[in-house]
């Protein structure tokens, strides 16, 4: 559904990504892991067209995503995103900023739009939250309500970008077991994540990325427990034993 | 002090209708130049260069001419050119411009204080530019506006005073005439003086209380 070709992007004379070739496929969970500057979280906002990039493409179900196209707002209506500072509308409560996408980008009936927002945030477990503002809420709640924003948008795909790296410890669990049950459920998925565990247990697939290539893939079992590029193999050293 | 009383009680009435037309320029003028500071400000953060150029150069050739001498400009030179103003609708056409550069500059400052992360996130649920102003950026800048804002209705409010010099009979100017008509001077400007007094600290209290206002709210 998602194909990446000799993907290219320089931030000036940095190369931060130099030829990534990946494809996912539909209901698939891919986890891209890979030192901090190995360009993973620039992959995903490349395929949500916040990024521009210089070489190679990138198509969604066969449409080539260009930033710079009027078709560029179908394509992020089709493909959600989720930061890792949640980006919460702060003027806005939880349910408000479900509804938004919906009702002023979709033009969903704001009647329809509500009581789906409602049961799309039970489902994140945090009904009893609709009518809070984002400031009114934990990390790991304004996250939680982040994706189900991104679920409003009844999307073909969800691009998450460390959705768990500014959280508290305590707080990653339950955003990690959100994410557990739309894998489950399906939904495809492409995870920038520090949580090796959560990759391993919920993973199809894992990427490894360092220095703006792509040196390890596989299904995520076969790349984190058994690496067999020696990048990887301390990458997950440092990762797994950080002491 | 029982002169400047029975002076007062002379003088009132007709400096009253100066304060009148004192507020109708400043209103008139704090509206134009908030519709004219929105437009540039949109201008100049949008992203199609040749707009973000023209609004660049407005506001720096607007910030860059005393407003006397934009007033005298619209006032004396535009008949030339064939647009006949009253004296009051040049008053405000010109403060109104004059201010907009000033507006736009502060407007600006609020949309560029939103956090990067609020565009994208409005990006990526497939916003357009102008539905991303509308519903995420105008909405939280707001908040980081209104302050100066506040403080432009004050420099405006005093600002209006030079309206005077283009034959707008408002508070300085009805002050002017009768202070030279009768050499009261002492009695008249005093009293001009505690009229504007009495105008802004309303507008000073107002700002104060929406700072914080804003503070508490601040989420």
């Given at each position: 559904?998602?194909?990446?070709?000799?993907?290219?992007?320089?931030?000036?004379?940095v190369?931060?990504?130099?030829?990534?070739?990946?494809?996912?496929?539909?209901?698939?969970?891919?986890?891209?892991?890979?030192?901090?500057?190995?360009?993973?979280?620039?992959?995903?906002?490349?395929?949500?067209?916040?990024?521009?990039?210089?070489?190679?493409?990138?198509?969604?179900?066969?449409?080539?995503?260009?930033?710079?196209?009027?078709?560029?707002?179908?394509?992020?209506?089709?493909?959600?995103?989720?930061?890792?500072?949640?980006?919460?509308?702060?003027h806005?409560?939880?349910?408000?900023?479900?509804?938004?996408?919906?009702?002023?980008?979709?033009?969903?009936?704001r009647?329809?739009?509500?009581?789906?927002?409602?049961?799309?945030?039970?489902?994140?477990?945090?009904?009893?939250?609709?009518?809070?503002?984002?400031?009114?809420?934990?990390g790991?709640?304004?996250?939680?309500?982040?994706?189900?924003?991104?679920?409003?948008?009844?999307?073909?795909a969800?691009?998450?970008?460390?959705?768990?790296?500014?959280?508290?410890?305590?707080?990653?669990?339950e955003?990690?077991?959100?994410?557990r049950?739309?894998?489950?459920?399906?939904?495809?998925?492409?995870?920038?994540?520090?949580?090796?565990?959560?990759?391993?247990?919920?993973?199809?697939?894992?990427?490894?990325?360092?220095?703006?290539?792509?040196?390890?893939?596989?299904?995520?079992?076969?790349?984190?427990?058994?690496?067999?590029?020696?990048?990887?193999?301390?990458?997950?050293?440092?990762?797994?034993?950080?002491? | 002090?029982?002169?400047?009383?029975?002076?007062?009680?002379?003088?009132?009435?007709?400096?009253?209708?100066g304060?009148?037309?004192?507020?109708?320029?400043?209103?008139?003028?704090?509206?134009?130049?908030?519709?004219?500071?929105?437009?540039?400000?949109?201008?100049?953060?949008?992203?199609?260069?040749?707009?973000?150029?023209?609004?660049?150069?407005?506001?720096?050739?607007?910030?860059?001419?005393?407003?006397?001498?934009?007033?005298?400009?619209?006032?004396?030179?535009?008949?030339?050119?064939?647009?006949?103003?009253?004296?009051?609708?040049?008053?405000?056409?010109?403060?109104?411009?004059?201010?907009?550069?000033?507006?736009?500059?502060?407007?600006?400052?609020?949309?560029?204080?939103?956090?990067?992360?609020?565009?994208?996130?409005?990006?990526?649920?497939?916003?357009?530019?102008?539905?991303?102003?509308?519903?995420?950026?105008?909405?939280?800048?707001?908040?980081?506006?209104?302050?100066?804002?506040?403080?432009?209705?004050?420099?405006?409010?005093?600002?209006?005073?030079?309206?005077?010099?283009?034959?707008?009979?408002?508070?300085?100017?009805?002050?002017?005439?009768?202070?030279?008509?009768?050499?009261?001077?002492?009695?008249?400007?005093?009293?001009?003086?505690?009229?504007?007094?009495?105008?802004?600290?309303?507008?000073?209290?107002?700002?104060?209380w929406?700072?914080?206002?804003?503070?508490?709210?601040?989420?």
């Amino acid at each position: 559904m998602i194909e990446l070709s000799e993907l290219h992007k320089s931030f000036g004379a940095v190369e931060v990504l130099r030829g990534i070739t990946a494809n996912v496929t539909r209901g698939e969970v891919v986890c891209i892991i890979g030192p901090s500057g190995s360009g993973k979280s620039t992959i995903l906002r490349c395929i949500n067209g916040l990024e521009e990039y210089d070489g190679g493409t990138i198509t969604i179900d066969g449409v080539r995503v260009d930033r710079t196209s009027p078709g560029i707002k179908t394509i992020r209506t089709e493909i959600a995103m989720v930061f890792q500072r949640f980006n919460l509308f702060p003027h806005r409560t939880a349910l408000e900023n479900v509804i938004e996408g919906p009702v002023y980008v979709k033009g969903v009936r704001r009647e329809e739009a509500l009581p789906r927002a409602r049961e799309l945030l039970s489902r994140v477990g945090l009904a009893a939250k609709a009518d809070a503002y984002p400031a009114e809420l934990s990390g790991g709640q304004m996250q939680r309500v982040a994706i189900a924003r991104a679920l409003a948008m009844q999307p073909k795909a969800i691009l998450f970008d460390e959705p768990t790296s500014s959280l508290d410890p305590e707080l990653v669990g339950e955003v990690l077991s959100v994410m557990r049950r739309l894998a489950e459920d399906g939904m495809t998925m492409v995870v920038v994540t520090h949580e090796i565990r959560f990759a391993q247990e919920v993973a199809d697939r894992v990427l490894f990325l360092d220095h703006g290539k792509i040196l390890e893939e596989g299904p995520a079992r076969q790349v984190l427990s058994a690496p067999q590029h020696v990048r990887t193999q301390e990458f997950l050293k440092r990762v797994l034993r950080p002491i | 002090m029982t002169k400047f009383l029975a002076n007062a009680v002379e003088f009132l009435p007709i400096l009253l209708q100066g304060v009148w037309l004192t507020i109708v320029v400043t209103f008139g003028s704090l509206l134009l130049s908030t519709l004219l500071g929105l437009i540039w400000a949109l201008m100049r953060v949008s992203r199609v260069r040749a707009l973000q150029t023209i609004a660049i150069s407005v506001v720096n050739t607007i910030r860059g001419i005393p407003i006397l001498v934009q007033l005298f400009y619209i006032y004396f030179v535009m008949p030339e050119l064939g647009v006949t103003l009253t004296a009051l609708q040049a008053a405000i056409i010109g403060l109104g411009v004059a201010y907009s550069a000033y507006q736009a500059e502060n407007f600006r400052a609020g949309i560029e204080a939103i956090e990067k992360g609020q565009v994208e996130a409005a990006e990526s649920l497939g916003m357009s530019w102008s539905l991303m102003m509308r519903r995420v950026v105008l909405p939280q800048a707001v908040k980081i506006m209104l302050p100066p804002y506040g403080n432009i209705m004050i420099m405006m409010l005093k600002d209006s005073s030079q309206a005077s010099t283009i034959t707008v009979a408002e508070l300085t100017l009805k002050g002017q005439l009768i202070a030279s008509s009768t050499f009261k001077y002492t009695s008249v400007l005093t009293l001009v003086a505690i009229l504007y007094l009495v105008m802004s600290v309303p507008l000073i209290l107002f700002v104060g209380w929406l700072e914080r206002r804003l503070q508490q709210g601040k989420r």
